[in-house]
């Protein structure tokens, strides 16, 4: 049965690594869980690198985000694991990647249609769900252009840093592809990661970028915090570790920007 309640799906990409991709996906998950959301995340990432980062182990998983993509059953929920339920909160719930989906992404590169896969699996989600966090792999690829195809919004962690630059260029093109080839509008909005106020190159990053992405930049940005690798270790959110830590702080704020432009979406759907 197809969903009737529809959330609204956030793609998180980068062409480069490093820029705080897994991160963002997972902290802005629970950070909106603690703002009474109901999130899933989605692991589109054959490295599986926030599966394990929520203490679920890819080897010993059976129904992952791969098994979805091939498979002719339109009960999704079978491959949602609960994972989080917030008291007077949100919850979050994650569908598991593990290393067999680099087999499955050269059958759904092969097929006619593989990179449109995911957004008609996704039509079946159950509709107590308010948001979809899609962890996309970092490579251009089929996965990559399934994560833009089934997305509402993609959010593009970008590093305080000069060189990023490219990283950002190129993934606008590869957008501005799937758009043309798919007849619709991709939103996007940058956001900001490792930002560190000690270095001039930090602060002349952050300036090009919200320059020149003025209307596709978060107002906020994320600051350098060594708890996001204490909070990694104990396969945490750094939000459910740490509420205080300056990175939880400064996720909760871009949730709260996030809140506001669904609420504005509404308004305007009204």
């Known amino acids: ?19 705080g991709k897994t991160t963002t996906a997972l902290t802005l998950a629970s950070s909106l869980s603690v703002l009474g959301q109901n999130v899933l995340l989605i692991d589109l990432d054959p490295q599986a690198s926030l599966t394990a980062h929520l ?40 569908i598991p990647s593990n290393i067999n989906l680099a087999k499955i992404e050269s059958n759904l590169s092969a097929s006619n249609g593989g990179g449109l896969q995911l957004k008609e699996k ?46 950002v260029e190129l993934l606008i093109k590869t957008i501005q592809k799937v758009e043309q080839a798919l007849n619709v509008k991709c939103y996007y909005k940058l956001l900001i990661t490792m930002f560190d106020k000690r270095t001039n190159s930090s602060a002349k990053s952050l300036n090009y970028f919200k320059s020149n992405y003025k209307e596709n930049s978060f107002d906020g940005y994320i600051n350098v ?30 949730a709260r920007e996030i809140l506001s432009v669904s609420a504005e979406t509404l308004q305007e759907e009204e």
């Open 55 to 94: 203490a679920i182990e890819p080897e010993m998983v059976e129904n992952s985000i791969g098994s979805l993509l091939v498979s002719n059953d339109s009960d999704i929920e079978r491959f949602i694991i609960k994972k989080y339920k917030i008291r007077d909160g949100g919850c979050i719930d994650v």
């Open 122 to 167: 996704l039509k079946y989600l159950p509709d107590y769900y308010d948001y979809v966090i899609i962890d996309s792999s970092p490579a251009l690829s089929v996965l990559l252009i399934s994560a833009i195809a089934a997305c509402d919004g993609i959010i593009i962690p970008v590093e305080a840093d000069y060189l990023s630059v490219r990283g």
């Open 1 to 19: 049965m197809i969903c009737q309640k529809r959330p609204f799906i956030y793609a998180v990409a980068n062409q480069k690594g490093g820029v």
């Open 225 to 254: 915090d060594t708890k996001f690798k204490d909070a990694s270790f104990v396969k945490k959110p750094l939000t459910y570790y740490e509420a205080r830590a300056r990175g939880s702080m400064d996720y909760l704020h871009i």
